[in-house]
């Protein structure tokens, strides 16, 4: 099972799955009976105050990516139809942040916690997480490698996160 990130502006693919929104607000510029997504989860984003409180500035990334956790943490059931989507095949999370790599959707799956593994899947089989544009990475697009972070999750599955790098 794959769970993949991408910004909303970009096009459906069949490819992504079961699609669900992780914003707080709806997108600009985006009319909802255009858009395809099987929910849009406000639940599962940060709420208002720490979603102002981060404001997309990268300083505050660290600070923002703790609280969120914290924030999901106490709400566990928000989470339950991404689990519930994730059982069944794949899943994208949809976001509209500009910037790909400071955002709630990153959060999301690379969020540790005490989660409820599936009882049909064994910890030890992870599946991929991958961003969908070919550019995203923390590092420069010209060093020519690939990284690849395995960490829990907050859907109750280990994750392999491999991003090549140009």
Not at 12 to 31: E, H, T
Request: charged share 25%; with cysteine.
């Amino acid at each position: 099972m794959n769970l993949r990130i991408k910004r909303i502006y970009e096009a459906a693919s069949p490819a992504d799955g079961d699609r669900f929104l992780v914003d707080r607000l709806w997108p600009r510029g985006v009319k909802k009976e255009a858009l395809t997504f099987a929910a849009w989860l406000k639940d599962v984003a940060p709420s208002d105050t720490p979603r102002r409180w981060f404001g997309h500035d990268p300083a505050r990334w660290t600070t923002f990516r703790r609280r969120y956790r914290a924030e999901l943490k106490s709400h566990p059931a928000a989470l339950q139809p991404l689990r519930d989507a994730l059982a069944r095949g794949f899943v994208t999370l949809l976001y509209s942040a500009r910037d790909e790599a400071h955002n709630q959707a990153v959060v999301l799956p690379s969020s540790s916690w005490k989660h409820r593994p599936h009882p049909e899947r064994p910890e030890t089989d992870p599946p991929e997480l991958m961003h969908t544009n070919p550019h995203h990475h923390g590092l420069s697009p010209r060093c020519g490698k690939t990284l690849s972070h395995e960490f829990p999750n907050y859907f109750g599955l280990h994750v392999n996160r491999l991003i090549s790098l140009k």
